[in-house]
């Protein structure tokens, strides 16, 4: 097997490095990120973008990536408790 050199970490690699983990941290979350954050599957949050429960995030516009921002993850969580709630009323008011 044939083992190959690790490239030395310069200053501008590292340099390099932090500026696209900064930039990457401004961008916001990638659908992923958002549905771990939300306590849910990444495909249940498509699901609900795609049948217009939540809004759709803005597109990364270098890779077409949803993303969102923190905002946008607290939106959804305060409509998912909305949800949440009116299902266990209806059945609460079904039960009286």
């Given at each position: ?18 500026k696209q983990q900064q930039a990457r941290a401004d961008s ?47 939106k959804i969580r305060i409509l998912m408790q909305q949800r949440k709630g009116m299902a266990i ?8």
């Open positions: 097997m044939k083992k190959y050199k690790r490239q030395k970490e310069t200053p501008a690699i590292l340099a390099g490095r932090i916001g979350l990638t659908m992923t990120e958002a549905a771990k954050t939300l306590g849910i599957h990444r495909d249940t949050l498509k699901r609900w973008i795609k049948e217009g429960k939540i809004p759709d995030a803005r597109r990364n516009s270098r890779n077409s990536y949803r993303m969102f921002t923190q905002e946008d993850v607290d009323n209806d059945e609460m008011d079904g039960r009286g």
